[in-house]
Nanobody, 122 residues
């Protein structure tokens, strides 16, 4: 059974940092890419970046470059999203998805967690 669980969200002030975690199980973790997406109320799910099998970032959102960094620990079957210099525009529910390779569109991912809420105060 595939399980994806995000955690680490919370409420922070503008300029603050958070590190999100995504713990996965039920499949051969190292064979898959991990995408980080976010969704604000009333908006479509937006790709932030994807961590490929070589632990390299493929950025999908320009605003994330220089502020957000994804990484993975295959031994722990866990991916991370380090978010620095947060601003109110980053407020959204954050999700991680699993795919065979990195893709920009959310509907190409095979599995999703339930997300974790990030709120950045203005």
């Amino acid at each position: 059974e595939v399980q994806i669980v995000e955690s680490g969200g919370g409420s922070v002030q503008a300029g603050g940092s958070l590190r999100l975690s995504c713990v996965a199980s039920g499949f051969t973790y190292a064979d898959y890419a991990i995408g980080w997406f976010r969704q604000a109320p009333g908006k479509e799910r937006e790709g932030i970046l994807c961590i490929n099998k070589s632990d390299q970032n493929e950025y999908y959102t320009n605003s994330a470059k220089g502020r957000f960094t994804g990484s993975r620990d295959n031994a722990k079957k866990t991916a991370y999203l380090q978010m620095n210099s947060l601003n109110p525009d980053d407020t959204a529910r954050y999700y991680c998805g699993v795919a065979i390779w990195c893709v920009r569109t959310w509907y190409e991912y095979d599995y999703w967690g339930q997300g974790t809420q990030v709120t950045v105060a203005s």
